[in-house]
């Protein structure tokens, strides 16, 4: 027991750093789940950079760095350059569209107006034509009208006042032949009375007849041998022809001064 106390009495003896030959550290076997032990592997020997490490270090940092910021500018640049591209292609497009549009929208519509002019001309034409045609007839028709219109006037106002009757009466009768006898005159039954009162005054002796087919205002006188008619159709008549005439010698004096002054 005593030397037992004593052992455990006795200090630790330190080994001197001196004597130390060698160190190992010793570890816990690694064990799998059998129980087996697992051969660790051994501690790679981290070693050094160097200048030169450092320097590929950098240089493949550069060209990454480089090739990656090239790939982005590229993928940037057909980026833009596809938006510009399709911003100019269709403004481009736009301008050039509407150019056309309104160029062929522009021809069309100047074609739409010739075709539609060139028709009217032709339905023109076909309207005049008839009417250059039957110009005479129209121009009959139109004198036809201007007369009935002034008959229609004139048998009016000789409806309305036949005072006349009576100088036109003796005009009449101054018309036969001096020698002209058994004179009778024809009058309205309007004018009977008027033309009844002058009768005796004419140097030929003459009877007064009523007849209805007489306008008022006009008369007819005859013999055996002679007619004068003074009713108020052949007077207007006669009237008529001679504005035709008069109007028809106008129009060839005017020809023929346009003749002399060519």
């Known amino acids: ?34 129980g087996n032990e697992v051969v660790r592997e051994e501690e790679r020997t981290v070693k050094p950079l160097t200048a030169a490490d450092i320097a590929e270090i950098r240089q493949a940092a550069h060209e990454d760095g480089f090739n990656e910021g090239r790939d982005k500018g590229l993928e940037q640049g057909h980026t833009e350059g596809y938006e510009q591209g399709h911003r100019e292609g269709l403004e481009a497009g736009f301008s050039e569209g509407k150019a056309n549009g309104q160029s062929e929208g522009y021809e069309a519509t100047r074609t739409e107006v010739a075709e539609r002019l060139e028709r009217l001309e032709q339905l023109m034409g076909e309207l005049v034509l008839p009417i250059g045609r039957h110009q005479d007839e129209i121009e009959t028709s139109l004198l036809n009208l201007t007369q009935a219109l002034a008959r229609a006037v004139v ?108």
Request: include cysteine.
């Open 1 to 34: 027991m005593n030397d037992s106390s004593d052992n455990y009495s006795k200090p630790a003896r330190r080994i001197p750093k001196e004597e130390l030959t060698a160190y190992e550290r010793w570890e816990l076997p690694l064990l799998d789940e059998q």
């Open 155 to 262: 048998y009016r106002e000789l409806a309305m006042d036949s005072s006349q009757i009576q100088q036109l009466v003796h005009r009449a009768v101054e018309a036969l032949p001096s020698t002209a006898d058994n004179v009778r005159i024809y009058v309205h039954p309007d004018d009977y009375n008027d033309v009844k009162e002058v009768a005796g005054q004419l140097e030929a002796s003459a009877s007064v007849n009523e007849d209805a087919g007489v306008s008022a205002g006009g008369c007819r006188v005859e013999t055996l041998n002679s007619l004068v008619d003074f009713t108020v159709e052949k007077r207007f008549e006669r009237a008529v022809e001679g504005l035709l005439e008069q109007e028809t010698d106008n129009s060839d004096e005017g020809v023929d001064d346009e003749h002399s002054s060519g």
